[in-house]
């Protein structure tokens, strides 16, 4: 399901031991990552994005429906499939489990929050392994799995243990061929209803657990990216419990999250965007900030009025958005604008990367634009997604502690980079 002749790129996740939420050190411990680019033909980047979305929306709308009727909003008649793994890009570490420990190969997830393996490498069991009474599944949105609760020692590289955290050890797994499971650091009252008998018992992730037994100073999660157009390059930094002022300018824009369902079920926050100077293409509304999704997801009628402002057609070959070079040279920037700040994505920043065409199934001399169709016209909740493309041009923070997000500027934002 995930190819490995693909867009391959080390991702590094450095753990910040801090005194304070948004403290800096200059050493960290870092665990590698693999990016690869999970399409297998033309199309699949955008019918990847838009499942992923659709799914996103359905659970949330579930969620928030049954609260409405006084139900448990994470009850099984509540909770859909998430599409976790119906994803264009996925981030893959080598994780420690047990002692001594055996490395599995799991999928890095934002978007889930259970941790589980068995997929691929069989669990081996050692002095640090207690199954529990629990049986533990996830539907996701192109796979599944369910099998046994165990909690056991866990290594995110050197010098980072997690004690007694909970992991899924599947005895039957679909969609995940070539991974050993997930690396769940989603929001953690996800991981609800997933167990059984003990459905309305809450897991907490790793994240949740590196906080609570002193590891990082508070449940934070910072995260850079860098514009890439090769096929393998080392490009990207997870930030455990504080932020690497080496990788922004500026200060950092906090956000708080949004009420409005169903983004208020995610990483939710009200933003506008407009077109150069005077063009509006989305009034202030909420949405989503998803490192699991490539592309710049607007609503349907936003998208409408980028493709007017920008004279940009449907590219029947990639479903991405296709202009000229003389167009290109009158493209104008974008301006996202939330919690009284707005952030510019330049002109060149709204490109696919002109190098890696071929490998989406394009023309390697065309212009393709990252800004894409949710697929759902706006008024419903989730009317965008702030997704890899735009994350790789401001750094961003992922604050459970404060329940907030934050936005920085970098030395790529601005970056001709495509």
């Given at each position: 399901?995930?190819?490995?002749?693909?867009?391959?790129?080390?991702?590094v996740?450095?753990?910040?031991?801090?005194?304070?939420?948004?403290?800096?050190?200059?050493?960290?411990?870092?665990?590698?990552?693999?990016?690869?680019?999970?399409?297998?033909?033309?199309?699949?980047l955008?019918?990847?994005?838009?499942?992923?979305?659709?799914?996103?929306?359905?659970?949330?709308?579930a969620?928030?429906?049954?609260?409405?009727?006084?139900?448990n909003?994470n009850s099984a008649?509540?909770?859909?499939?998430?599409?976790?793994?119906?994803?264009a890009?996925?981030?893959v570490?080598?994780?420690?489990v047990?002692?001594?420990?055996t490395?599995?190969?799991?999928?890095i997830?934002?978007?889930?929050?259970?941790?589980?393996?068995?997929?691929?490498?069989?669990?081996?069991?050692?002095?640090?392994?207690?199954?529990t009474?629990?049986?533990?599944?996830?539907?996701?949105?192109?796979?599944?799995?369910?099998?046994?609760?165990?909690?056991?020692?866990?290594?995110?590289?050197?010098g980072?243990?997690?004690?007694?955290?909970?992991?899924?050890?599947a005895?039957?797994?679909?969609?995940?061929?070539?991974?050993?499971?997930?690396?769940?650091?989603?929001p953690?009252?996800?991981?609800?209803?997933?167990?059984?008998?003990?459905?309305?018992?809450?897991?907490p992730?790793?994240?949740?657990?590196?906080?609570?037994?002193?590891?990082?100073?508070?449940?934070?999660?910072?995260?850079?990216?860098?514009?890439t157009?090769?096929?393998?390059?080392?490009?990207?930094e997870?930030?455990?419990?504080?932020?690497?002022?080496s990788?922004?300018?500026?200060?950092?824009?906090?956000?708080?999250?949004?009420?409005?369902?169903?983004?208020?079920?995610?990483w939710?926050?009200?933003?506008?965007?407009?077109?150069?100077?005077?063009?509006?293409?989305?009034?202030?509304?909420?949405?989503?900030?998803?490192?699991?999704?490539?592309l710049?997801?607007?609503?349907?009628?936003?998208?409408?009025?980028?493709?007017?402002?920008?004279?940009?057609?449907?590219?029947?070959?990639?479903?991405?958005?296709?202009?000229?070079?003389?167009?290109f040279?009158?493209?104008?920037?974008?301006?996202?604008?939330?919690?009284?700040?707005?952030?510019?994505?330049?002109?060149?920043?709204?490109l696919?990367?002109?190098?890696?065409?071929?490998?989406?199934?394009?023309?390697?001399s065309?212009?393709y634009?990252?800004v894409?169709?949710?697929?759902?016209?706006?008024?419903?909740?989730?009317?965008?997604?702030?997704?890899?493309?735009?994350?790789?041009r401001?750094?961003?923070?992922?604050?459970t502690?404060?329940?907030r997000?934050?936005?920085?500027?970098?030395?790529f934002?601005?970056?001709?980079t495509n």
């Amino acid at each position: 399901m995930f190819p490995t002749a693909s867009l391959t790129a080390l991702l590094v996740l450095a753990v910040s031991v801090v005194a304070k939420p948004i403290v800096v050190r200059d050493s960290f411990v870092t665990l590698p990552f693999a990016k690869q680019l999970n399409i297998t033909g033309a199309l699949d980047l955008v019918h990847k994005d838009q499942a992923r979305a659709q799914a996103l929306r359905a659970h949330g709308t579930a969620r928030a429906n049954a609260r409405a009727q006084g139900l448990n909003p994470n009850s099984a008649s509540a909770v859909t499939s998430i599409g976790v793994t119906n994803v264009a890009q996925v981030y893959v570490a080598n994780v420690g489990v047990g002692s001594p420990a055996t490395s599995y190969s799991l999928l890095i997830d934002t978007g889930s929050s259970n941790t589980w393996l068995g997929a691929g490498k069989t669990y081996v069991k050692t002095s640090t392994s207690t199954q529990t009474s629990d049986r533990v599944s996830v539907t996701y949105g192109s796979g599944s799995f369910s099998g046994t609760e165990f909690t056991d020692t866990v290594s995110l590289g050197s010098g980072l243990t997690i004690t007694k955290q909970s992991i899924g050890v599947a005895s039957r797994s679909s969609g995940f061929q070539g991974f050993d499971g997930i690396l769940g650091i989603g929001p953690t009252d996800l991981t609800l209803d997933t167990l059984s008998p003990d459905t309305n018992t809450q897991i907490p992730t790793v994240t949740d657990n590196l906080a609570s037994q002193g590891t990082i100073p508070t449940d934070l999660v910072a995260v850079s990216f860098e514009p890439t157009t090769t096929t393998s390059v080392t490009n990207g930094e997870l930030t455990f419990g504080g932020t690497d002022s080496s990788k922004f300018t500026g200060s950092i824009t906090f956000i708080g999250l949004t009420g409005t369902s169903p983004a208020n079920e995610f990483w939710g926050i009200n933003q506008s965007i407009r077109y150069s100077t005077g063009t509006t293409i989305l009034s202030s509304t909420a949405g989503i900030v998803d490192t699991g999704t490539t592309l710049i997801l607007i609503a349907t009628d936003a998208l409408t009025r980028y493709r007017s402002a920008t004279g940009a057609v449907l590219d029947n070959t990639t479903g991405l958005l296709r202009i000229t070079s003389a167009q290109f040279s009158n493209l104008k920037s974008l301006f996202f604008t939330t919690g009284g700040a707005t952030f510019e994505l330049t002109a060149n920043a709204q490109l696919w990367p002109r190098s890696l065409n071929t490998a989406i199934g394009g023309s390697a001399s065309s212009i393709y634009l990252v800004v894409n169709d949710l697929g759902s016209n706006s008024g419903e909740g989730l009317d965008f997604i702030n997704g890899y493309t735009f994350l790789e041009r401001f750094y961003s923070v992922f604050d459970t502690t404060n329940k907030r997000v934050g936005f920085a500027t970098t030395s790529f934002t601005t970056a001709t980079t495509n």
